[in-house]
């Protein structure tokens, strides 16, 4: 599994963004549910936001960007990085296992 985190730069006014979040969440939470996202949210202040998700490839992070209607009605840019944790609290084991590095 690999894992991405991607940030998000709005692009528009920020009454638009507001307009606009209700059906950008509403899309993310089908992520969840596709066990794709792993957390999202508002950076502070808000400019953008970050996302963190898994995917066997970057395909499917793009596919995903391509949907989201912040993607499709010109609300954000999107910048992808993919990052390989090597080491994360306890309460995230379920996240990525046991190959956790401690030194």
Avoid at 60 to 78: E, H, L, T
Wanted: hydrophobic share 45%.
């Amino acid at each position: 599994m690999k894992y991405f985190v991607i940030t998000t730069t709005y692009i528009a006014p920020m009454e638009k963004v507001v307009e606009i979040t209700p059906e950008h969440r509403a899309f993310l939470k089908t992520q969840y549910d596709a066990g794709i996202m792993l957390f999202s949210g508002p950076l502070v202040p808000r400019t953008g936001g970050l996302l963190f998700a898994k995917a066997e490839d970057i395909s499917v992070i793009q596919n995903m960007i391509a949907s989201d209607p912040f993607r499709v009605k010109g609300i954000a840019n999107y910048e992808i990085v993919e990052t390989a944790p090597v080491m994360w609290a306890e309460g995230l084991m379920n996240i990525f296992g046991n190959s956790r590095v401690d030194s």
